[in-house]
């Protein structure tokens, strides 16, 4: 037999049941916006597959990777994206996309191998192996030797051991045909989507003398739309410093790069640890232009920054880039 009060009980339970569902309807999450209200999602995302990550974008999105110091040089890694203003032939753009995380980059590491460069080279590629195992442990790194032609003697990887062995197949003669290996270099970044931040890091101890391509056709080739950050190392002698320096240093500036110009090999490994910490260090900012970019056209760039308790802060990040650039060469295996 049924308790005395199971009528009042059943009739109470359908009471609950009704009262949850209508209270789960109220807090359900609101229909999605119209077309018109929609915020912009944010059009960079980054998928890990395996141990690398892959980032999709929208197209004809620019991304600016700027590093930020102040007014002491010092590197200012906290700021927000209301702290950054972004310009593009003078117009300030939207900025739908930003990071400050130490993202994995793919990077060629990119050394003279000339004559002059013999008795240097093996304090060199210790700066450049320290330099690898100072970056971020993800990052895809590929080396190219050049003198009179360049060559791809390692491929991309993250092995200390391949790219170590690479370094050390050292053939030191010939001329210095810089822009072209680093033309060919920065063409191979490009032909991988793997990663979305690119670097070259280019060290050399003289002037080209052997290149096809000019400093002006190489560094419109490095401002190819979402190219690479260029940093160079200059072991420069009296004899070659005044052409040689403004090469190097126009390939850097131009790129968002620095270049530096030692006094002695004694100093190339810490300024390689210093290059290191300056990439994973750095914003990534994602904008889509108000001129399209299917008109090409150079589009010079300029990223201001003003953010509470700092005191002239600077953005150093490419200078311009070329709308809808793309060609691709690959150095000699």
Same mark, same amino acid.
């Given at each position: ?5 199971? @009528? @009042?009980l059943v009739a ?7 009262a949850?569902?209508?209270l789960?309807?109220?807090s ?7 077309p018109?209200t $929609? ?14 990550f892959?980032?999709?974008?929208e197209?004809d ?6 590093t ?7 590197l200012v890694t906290?700021?927000? +994206?209301?702290?950054?203003t ?12 930003? +990071?400050?995380?130490d993202?994995p980059v793919? %990077?060629g ?5 000339s004559?002059s460069? *013999?008795?240097k080279?093996p304090?060199?590629n210790a700066?450049?192996?320290?330099f690898?195992?100072?970056s971020n442990?993800?990052d895809?790194?590929?080396?190219v030797?050049?003198?009179e032609d360049?060559?791809?003697d390692?491929?991309y990887?993250?092995?200390v051991?391949k790219?170590k &062995?690479a370094l050390e197949?050292i053939?030191?003669r010939?001329?210095t045909?810089? =822009? &072209?290996?680093?033309?060919?270099s920065a063409?191979h970044? $490009?032909k991988?989507d793997?990663?979305?931040k690119?670097v ?8 080209d003398?052997a290149s096809?391509?000019?400093?002006e056709?190489a560094? *419109? ?5 979402n190219g690479?950050?260029v940093?160079t190392?200059?072991l420069?002698?009296e004899?070659?410093?005044? *052409?040689?320096r403004r090469a ?9 790069? %620095?270049?530096?110009f030692?006094q002695?090999?004694a100093?190339?490994d810490?300024?390689?640890q ?9 914003y990534?900012?994602?904008y @889509?232009?108000t001129k399209p ?10 990223? &201001?920054?003003n953010?509470?308790g =700092?005191h002239?802060?600077?953005?150093r990040t490419r200078?311009g880039y =070329?709308?809808?650039?793309?060609r691709?060469a690959?150095?000699?295996?």
């Amino acid at each position: 037999m049924p308790p005395r009060n199971s @009528k @009042k009980l059943v009739a109470f339970a359908f009471l609950c049941i009704f009262a949850i569902v209508a209270l789960g309807q109220d807090s359900a999450p609101p229909p999605p916006q119209s077309p018109e209200t $929609k915020e912009p999602a944010a059009p960079s995302q980054a998928e890990k597959k395996g141990d690398l990550f892959v980032f999709r974008k929208e197209v004809d999105e620019v991304t600016l990777h700027a590093t930020v110091v102040d007014d002491k040089n010092h590197l200012v890694t906290n700021l927000d +994206r209301a702290d950054f203003t972004v310009y593009e032939d003078g117009q300030a753009q939207k900025i739908l996309s930003f +990071r400050r995380e130490d993202i994995p980059v793919a %990077m060629g590491i990119v050394i003279d191998n000339s004559g002059s460069m *013999r008795d240097k080279r093996p304090a060199v590629n210790a700066a450049a192996i320290n330099f690898v195992k100072s970056s971020n442990p993800q990052d895809k790194v590929f080396i190219v030797n050049f003198n009179e032609d360049y060559f791809l003697d390692q491929d991309y990887t993250a092995s200390v051991p391949k790219l170590k &062995d690479a370094l050390e197949r050292i053939e030191a003669r010939g001329g210095t045909a810089l =822009y &072209d290996a680093v033309v060919a270099s920065a063409d191979h970044l $490009k032909k991988s989507d793997l990663l979305e931040k690119k670097v070259l890091l280019v060290v050399t101890d003289g002037e080209d003398n052997a290149s096809r391509e000019s400093l002006e056709q190489a560094i *419109r080739r490095l401002q190819e739309e979402n190219g690479p950050t260029v940093y160079t190392i200059g072991l420069l002698g009296e004899e070659h410093s005044k *052409r040689a320096r403004r090469a190097l240093r126009e390939m850097a500036e131009e790129t968002g790069g %620095m270049a530096f110009f030692p006094q002695g090999l004694a100093e190339v490994d810490s300024i390689t640890q210093q290059i290191a910490h300056d990439i994973r260090n750095q914003y990534t900012i994602g904008y @889509k232009p108000t001129k399209p970019q299917s008109e090409g056209g150079f589009r010079s760039v300029k990223v &201001d920054v003003n953010a509470k308790g =700092y005191h002239k802060l600077q953005a150093r990040t490419r200078s311009g880039y =070329y709308a809808g650039q793309q060609r691709t060469a690959t150095p000699s295996s």
